[in-house]
Structure formats: structure tokens, C-alpha cells
Nanobody, 118 residues
Framework: QVQLVESGGGLVQPGGSLRLSCAAS????????CGWYRQAPGKQRELVAA?????NYRDSVKGRFTISRDNAKNMVYLQMNGLKPEDTAVYYC??????????????WGQGTQVTVSS
């Protein structure tokens, strides 16, 4: 079984920083695309950042957030600087994974709350 587990969320003041981590475990042959979505109360889930061999960010986080991955450890990270109250949301890690049985599918983490407030 493949699992994604996020960590690193919390409460931070505006202008502060957080680093989210996502650990993939289980029978993994390879991780293709991976990244982070977020969902604020009453809003749709939206893509924040994605990484394959390149990176992609939504406009509102460009220059403030940085996505990275460690393929050897099956980890993906989101460094968030200059946080704003509008970044408040539950952040979800996702990954498109080829399992040890050579099945490709998308996996999601359980989410981690990020709250930006003074």
C-alpha cells in the first residue's frame, strides 16, 4: 500500500514562513509528478505548486513559495515564505506514482492545516 503523509503545518503570523513536507511510503517503483493543492473553507481545491522535471506555481504564490523533491527519500517539500492571510487553507500533497506492481495512479495525503493570522 502506498501512503502520503504531510507534516509541517501550523499557525504563523503574516510575513512568516513554514515548510511543508510530504513523505511517500510503500511499494513505490517511481514517482512521476507530485505537488501541493490547498483548499480554504468554502472554496474549491486549487493547485499551489507541482514538480516533475520542472516546476509550476499558481500566480499568487510565485516568488514566495518553492517546491522541491528528494527522489532518493520519496519526499516532496513546499517552502512557504512571506505568508499572507489568504494562504490559510488545508494543504494536500499529491503524487502520481508507479507502484511496485507497475500500476500508475494518483495518491493524496490527509492534509495539513496552515493558518496565517496575527
Amino acid at each position: 500500500q502506498v501512503q502520503l503523509v504531510e507534516s509541517g503545518g501550523g499557525l504563523v503570523q503574516p510575513g512568516g514562513s513554514l515548510r511543508l513536507s510530504c513523505a511517500a511510503s510503500g511499494s513505490i517503483f517511481n514517482i512521476n509528478a507530485c505537488g501541493w493543492y490547498r483548499q480554504a473553507p468554502g472554496k474549491q481545491r486549487e493547485l499551489v505548486a507541482a514538480i516533475t522535471t520542472s516546476t509550476n506555481y499558481r500566480d499568487s504564490v510565485k516568488g514566495r513559495f518553492t517546491i522541491s523533491r528528494d527522489n532518493a527519500k520519496n519526499m516532496v517539500y513546499l517552502q512557504m515564505n512571506g505568508l499572507k492571510p489568504e494562504d490559510t487553507a488545508v494543504y494536500y500533497c499529491y503524487a502520481t506514482i508507479i507502484t511496485g506492481d507497475y500500476v500508475i495512479r494518483d495518491y493524496w495525503g490527509q492534509g495539513t492545516q496552515v493558518t496565517v493570522s496575527s
